[in-house]
């Protein structure tokens, strides 16, 4: 692939993660409303939805159906309820900065999952562009992160879980229909989240209360179209371009983009130390990246 592409994929990428980034805002106001499965639930129903309808209105994408395609779709679908879940679980136990921080630890677990799991061999820029961001993303968590708690052990398959669907996506997704993928990943995730909101009695009044709030609706929106159905679709699409090591690092600048937004909408803190964690991180990205030359040695991620 060519730097261009490369670079133009990895920028695209990064404006996912500001999209994620901006919806931790959003989450956080709905789910004063909403129970957390509740709102998961109506978000990715309406992603789905409108990814469905993209598969309707695409005759490329009607004839991309396969038994791979659809088996992988799930398979990344299981992987990403994972993600929600387990990190769902481990907030009740732990601080927001403490899962921050472990959730983040993707970025040093994609590597790590792609040596033992791909058979893949990363130069010493993967592995440096992995301790900057983990070391930037303690700075941006704070001391707090030092206080572990029960709900750690859920968080860090959170992080994972995370791995792994990057993995899988670079390991499988390059010759899939990508609208294809999303739609049965995103609608997997839908079908997670209505079951486990289903076991709550007071799920159906909650959602009447919610959806009755314009704020809630326009975070559902918000979280739901761009911040899920188009975000995991480009995902799959520019993934495709860069590696999953790249990509882990790239994500790691969601809580980063967070932390900003929060400061700018709530009026959140941001401190020094919030601000030199988000450099580090910004640095990672610069060192991990393989077609930006740092002295006189060019180091591949190769593949055994």
């Known amino acids: 692939m060519t730097t261009k592409i490369r670079w133009l994929a990895n920028l695209l990428l990064l404006l996912v993660t500001l999209v994620w980034g901006a919806t931790f805002t ?14 998961l639930s109506v978000r990715f129903i309406v992603a789905s939805a409108v990814l469905w309808a993209m598969v309707v209105l695409s005759p490329r994408s009607r004839k991309a159906f396969s038994g791979r395609t659809v088996g992988l779709g799930v398979i990344l679908g299981l992987f990403l309820f994972a993600v929600y879940a387990f990190q769902t679980l481990g907030l009740r136990y732990t601080t927001p900065a403490v899962a921050g921080f472990l959730t983040g630890l993707s970025v040093v677990l994609v590597p790590v999952l792609g ?22 993303l303690f700075l941006l968590c704070g001391p707090g ?15 994972v879980f995370v791995a792994l669907q990057i993995l899988a996506i670079e390991k499988y997704g390059r010759n899939t229909d990508s609208l294809v993928l999303a739609t049965i990943e995103i609608s997997v995730v839908a079908f997670g989240c209505v079951a486990v909101a ?54 790691s600048m969601e809580p980063v ?48």
């Open 257 to 304: 983009f967070a932390a900003l937004i929060a400061w700018m909408a709530l009026g959140e803190g941001f401190t020094q130390l919030t601000g030199l964690g988000s450099l580090f991180i910004f640095a990672s990205m610069i060192v991990s990246d393989q077609s930006i030359p740092l002295g006189r040695r060019k180091v591949l991620l190769e593949r055994s």
């Open 26 to 39: 959003l989450t956080k106001t709905a789910t004063d409303t909403l129970p957390v499965f509740s709102f």
């Open 115 to 136: 040596t033992v799991l791909m058979r893949q061999r990363a130069g010493w820029r993967v592995w440096g562009g992995a301790a900057l961001a983990a070391a930037g």
């Open 145 to 159: 992160i030092l206080q572990l708690a029960a709900g750690d052990v859920l968080v860090l398959l959170c992080a």
């Open 198 to 251: 289903a076991w709550s009695p007071s799920t159906p009044n909650a959602l009447v209360h919610g959806l009755h709030n314009t704020g809630v609706v326009w975070a559902i929106l918000i979280c739901a179209i761009p911040g899920t159905s188009l975000a995991y679709l480009a995902q799959n699409v520019f993934q495709k371009y860069t590696s999953s090591a790249q990509t882990a690092v790239i994500f």
